[in-house]
């Protein structure tokens, strides 16, 4: 069956088709810009090189067709007809309480992610344009829903309610429900898999930094607690996002400044984190390029990113009364040598002892980056949201029929 895997973004559209007679990546790619003058569209066959097309695409359904039209085209395609698309495997960030699995697209669930769309209001309504761009260009295919909050719902009440009155959760289900859970579920197994050591004996603190992130507390292959809130908004800095604040400070600064509601989501959501810091940029290699530079406001954004990541870790320990692996993942944990080392660096009281030269390796596999002597494991492991995507729409589809 091959299966193409989209994950939509509010501006982007990343995607990978596979194989899944032996899981390979027969293409993927990605568009940028959408609704922007000049999309681009970056498409990479696998062993062949990579082609880019700037054009106009205004909206998701133009830029699946101009995705398939890549898949198919006779030169650089990798497709003979669009009719060997089996099934769409999507990407859906919130599933609030009523998606614990996978599950197939229909009206009833679609109706249920539109409800959603005010708790991830980044991404769900991104995944949908996705949905309703795939269903119009691929009439008839199946496609499947993998929610980002579905790890997540093993978390007890005493990690995901809030301490504020209990109707706000019956009313409106105001609680956590995390996110990245794809991730976390995939780097937990594999760095089990890894140490060879059974999943169900291992308290594992994954740490997915990448533009987004959050850190996940694994307890024998569940998530018991994790960083992400009702919304992506809460836990770690972030690359736009603030993550944890005083809830004071919304009213205090919305009074003050008079701003909507919508007004003061986009400040915490879009204008904050890292970019806000350090006035210059959201991504964290403009940031470690400042703070080498000398740049003090890149410094001081490296910092409390740092600082704020490393809190969650000795919480997470406290969490689950020790901790046996810590996991770095996503774009900044797999190539950050200079995060992980000042991480690691202030966890010697959990026993961690880094291994420099092991740390400055790059490479896409798993791998360890402590000594042979040190209490706790801190590996790095490569993420594979899609391949998880594309796996669970194979089963989910091959069930259904
Ligand atoms: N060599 C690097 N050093 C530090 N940060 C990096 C490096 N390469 C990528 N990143 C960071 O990874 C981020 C993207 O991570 P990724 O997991 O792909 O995010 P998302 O899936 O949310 O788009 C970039 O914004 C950049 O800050
Ligand atoms: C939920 C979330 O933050 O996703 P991303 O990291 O892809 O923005
Ligand atoms: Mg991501």
Redesign the pocket.
């Known amino acids: 069956m091959k299966v193409l895997v989209i994950?939509a973004?509010s501006s982007?559209l990343?995607y990978q088709l596979y194989n899944m007679t032996d899981e390979s990546v027969l293409a993927k790619g990605l568009v940028e810009r959408i609704g922007m003058d000049s999309s681009i569209l970056t498409h990479k066959p696998t062993g062949r090189e990579d082609v880019t097309e700037v054009s106009e695409i205004l909206e998701h359904t133009t830029a699946i067709r101009k995705v398939i039209d890549m898949l198919t085209d006779k030169e650089n395609g990798v497709l003979g007809s669009v009719d060997e698309i089996q099934a769409v495997g999507h990407r859906v960030v919130h599933g609030g309480e009523a998606f614990k699995e996978s599950a197939l697209v229909d009206d009833v669930a679609k109706a249920e992610i539109r409800r959603l769309f005010d708790l991830a209001p980044l991404h769900n309504p991104a995944a949908m344009m996705g949905i309703r761009a795939a269903e119009l260009n691929m009439p008839g295919v199946p496609q499947v829903m993998v929610f980002d909050t579905a790890f997540h719902q093993t978390m007890p009440e005493k990690a995901y309610l809030y301490a504020i009155p209990r109707v706000l959760y019956k009313k409106y289900k105001v609680r956590r429900y995390g996110a990245h859970g794809t991730s976390h579920d995939y780097v937990s197994k594999a760095a089990a898999e890894y140490l060879d050591r059974p999943l169900q004996d291992l308290k594992i603190i994954t740490c997915?930094?990448?533009?987004?992130?959050s850190v996940t507390a694994v307890k024998g292959g569940l998530s018991v607690d994790t960083s992400m809130g009702m919304t992506p908004l809460e836990g770690l800095m972030m690359?736009t996002r603030s993550g944890d604040l005083d809830p004071a400070i919304v009213p205090y600064v919305m009074n003050k400044e008079e701003l909507s509601v919508s007004e003061v989501n986009s400040m915490l959501n879009k204008h904050s984190g890292?970019l806000a810091i350090s006035g210059i940029?959201?991504?964290?290699?403009?940031?470690?390029e400042g703070m080498e530079n000398g740049d003090a406001n890149s410094t001081l954004a490296f910092e409390m990113y740092e600082y704020r990541l490393r809190k969650y870790i000795g919480s997470y320990a406290a969490a689950m009364n020790g901790v046996d692996v810590i996991v770095f993942?996503?774009?900044?944990?797999?190539?950050?040598?200079?995060?992980r080392q000042k991480v690691c660096e202030q966890l010697t009281y959990l026993g961690v002892e880094l291994d420099e030269a092991l740390n400055a390796i790059r490479s896409g596999e798993p791998r360890r980056i402590t000594t042979s002597n040190s209490k706790v494991d801190v590996l790095v492991v490569p993420?594979n949201?899609e391949l998880v995507i594309a796996r669970d729409t194979h089963r989910i589809v091959l069930n259904s029929q």
């Open positions: 994950n973004g982007s990343k997915h930094v990448g533009n987004g992130g690359g890292l940029s959201s991504d964290m290699r403009e940031i470690t993942t996503a774009g900044v944990g797999e190539n950050s040598v200079v995060l993420t949201e």
